[in-house]
């Protein structure tokens, strides 16, 4: 079984342009979480996505950043208009169910964006 | 708020020694608690996954116990080896719907040969 899958592993972008970084769930796994690590910052939760539903976002900046998990297809996270303080590892995870039992999240090896 | 502190922030141990890692939270309102391995430049590996019911996880030379009435967790890592070189994070779930896990700021590990 194929674990969490992120793609790029790196994405270099100047400022101003857009990232679009993927993530593909653990394969039966509706439930999805992306979290951001700032150099020497721990990591922080951005958003919470069932199938086409955003269901917490209460960690995303309220401008430039979006994330989607389409009926069909990877999970999306989508941050416009890059700025240099935007450069982090970006994390992916994914969930069986989202109750207190079976709900172990899995990691994705990152996105590491680089603003130059 | 939750908030998760993890201490060391850094430790540096000869091979062969065993250690504690520690890891403390404020709401002790949790129902599990994961511990997680994260080499340089790479994602999290999960370690342990220790629910509320239980006192203590067990995985190879790893031990992981929790005491939730005074929030506190350790790792404790037997016989220490080089490849045990890495950071260590803690990380407990929200109460919320989505159990978004909250973080402590990690120990880095350095296990000399």
């Known amino acids: 079984n194929a674990g969490v899958m992120q793609n790029p592993r790196h994405l270099v972008r100047r400022r101003g342009q857009e990232a679009r970084l993927r993530c593909s769930p653990v394969?039966?796994?509706?439930?999805v979480y992306w979290y951001r690590q700032l150099p020497e910052e721990g990591l922080k939760f951005m958003v919470y996505l069932q199938k086409e539903n955003i269901i917490d976002e209460s960690g995303m900046p309220k401008e430039r950043f979006s994330a989607e998990f389409p009926k069909e297809g990877p999970s999306i996270l989508r941050i416009q208009q890059v700025v240099r303080g935007d450069s982090a590892a970006y994390f992916c995870?994914?969930?069986?169910?989202?109750?207190?039992?079976?709900?172990?999240?899995?990691f994705g090896p990152g996105t590491r964006l680089t603003v130059l | 708020k939750q908030e998760v502190t993890q201490i060391p922030a850094a430790l540096s141990v000869p091979e062969g020694e065993n250690l504690v890692l520690n890891c403390s939270f404020t709401d002790s309102a949790i129902y599990n608690l994961q511990w997680f391995r994260q080499d340089p430049g790479k994602g999290l590996t999960s370690l342990l996954l220790?629910?509320?019911?239980?006192r203590e996880q067990t995985s190879g030379r790893l031990n992981a116990s929790l005491d939730k009435s005074s929030g506190r967790s350790t790792l404790y890592i037997a016989a220490s080896q080089p490849g045990d070189s890495a950071t260590y994070l803690c990380?407990?779930?929200?109460?919320?719907?989505?159990?978004?896990?909250?973080f402590g700021g990690g120990t880095r590990l350095m296990v000399k040969p």
């Open positions: 394969k039966g796994h509706s439930h």
């Open positions: 990380a407990v779930p929200s109460n919320n719907a989505g159990n978004m896990l909250t």
């Open positions: 220790i629910q509320s019911s239980q």
């Open positions: 995870a994914s969930s069986l169910f989202s109750g207190r039992l079976y709900n172990e999240q899995f």
